[in-house]
């Protein structure tokens, strides 16, 4: 499509019940998985560091609803998927291939047979994306070391969890509920929350901590917090006194105080204003609105906000 990014529209069985019940805890073990289900052994290796992020949901024109996310990585090819699966709910979703380690200075060319092959596994690295129910559903990295959950439930890597909620979950309650009947384990090195919207304009954002029990100190307690916006800080303990925390959760509430609808213009318009810039490798590698109710998305990549791909399924 130009700009790096590349579609798909993914129709093949990826396994999901099979991996939510193969002990999945870790990155490498979702690899692991993949390599040997999905490629008969053929290995890929991820590439996985962190990144900084942005969301909303807000009310559009004629009272649908609308969710806002800003991916930063940097600079890496990137990937639309549509996902169709047999015994799930159809989705849209982005993916960083540079997670893959699929072009740029990975030394696997995206359109190379090898690279090809790799995208086999886009539906278990998708990082934000939308179902035909409504529901959104997107990770952030927030500053804490892993966690790992130890109980007797069944586990779920985070980032699964995304495949999960976009596969099963029709709201945000139904998302949560969800989340809870698993033990959840975060990854590459760092902490996760799942920000979950959905079509009537519900929203929360799922975060995870270390209970202060000494008897039980691989305990993790589940946190969920109802906010129309989300970033990369521990939203539930600010208890509502979020100005100061982060200047794009700042931004991103300064520009929708007071407005009761919002254009989709409006909407890109506040995903520029939250746009990061580190350095010349690390930046917001897209921004993307997902359009709840009539199942499409807006994509704009490489801090160009000129030109936005629109896509829907027929588009696949």
Same mark, same amino acid.
Request: proline letters at 3%; charged letters at 20%; aromatic letters at 18%.
């Given at each position: 499509m130009g700009d790096n990014l590349?579609?798909?529209?993914?129709?093949?069985?990826?396994?999901?019940?099979?991996a939510l019940e193969s002990g999945i805890k870790t990155e490498q073990d979702l690899l692991n998985f993949i390599n040997e289900e999905m490629f008969f052994g053929y290995g890929i290796d991820a590439n996985v560091d962190k990144y900084a992020c942005s969301g909303f949901i807000s009310k559009t024109d004629g009272g649908k609803y609308l969710t806002g996310r800003s991916f930063g990585l940097g600079g890496t090819d990137k990937m639309a998927v549509y996902a169709t699966p047999k015994d799930?709910?159809?989705?849209?979703?982005?993916?960083?291939?540079?997670?893959?380690?699929l072009g740029g200075e990975n030394g696997v060319e995206t359109l190379s047979a090898a690279g090809?092959?790799?995208?086999?596994?886009?539906?278990?690295?998708?990082?934000?994306?939308?179902?035909e129910k409504g529901v959104f559903a997107a990770l952030m990295d927030v500053d804490t070391g892993e966690m790992h959950d130890d109980t007797e439930r069944p586990e779920l890597l985070v980032t699964l969890a995304v495949r999960l909620i976009l596969d099963r979950a029709a709201s945000v309650d139904e998302a949560v509920e969800l989340l809870k009947q698993y033990d959840i384990h975060t990854g590459h090195g760092w902490t996760q929350h799942v920000f979950i919207t959905d079509a009537t304009g519900d929203a929360a954002v799922v975060k995870w901590s270390r209970t202060n029990n000494w008897e039980a100190p691989r305990k993790i307690e589940m946190h969920v917090t109802r906010s129309k916006l989300c970033t990369n800080f521990y939203l539930y303990r600010a208890e509502g006194k979020t100005d100061g925390l982060c200047e794009r959760f700042d931004t991103m509430k300064e520009a929708l105080e007071g407005k009761s609808e919002i254009t989709h213009e409006y909407a890109m318009d506040?995903?520029? /204003? @939250?746009?990061? *810039?580190?350095?010349?490798? $690390?930046?917001?590698?897209? /921004? @993307?609105?997902? *359009?709840?109710?009539?199942? $499409?998305?807006?994509?704009?990549?490489?801090?160009?906000?000129?030109?936005?791909?629109?896509?829907?399924?027929?588009d696949f």
């Open positions: 590349y579609k798909i529209h993914y129709q093949q069985d990826y396994f999901l019940d099979k799930g709910y159809a989705s849209l979703s982005m993916v960083s291939l540079d997670m893959l380690g090809r092959i790799t995208m086999l596994a886009v539906p278990y690295i998708c990082v934000d994306g939308v179902n506040i995903l520029e /204003s @939250v746009y990061q *810039y580190i350095n010349p490798v $690390t930046f917001t590698d897209w /921004s @993307v609105i997902y *359009y709840q109710t009539d199942f $499409t998305m807006d994509v704009a990549t490489n801090k160009d906000f000129e030109k936005v791909y629109h896509l829907e399924p027929g």
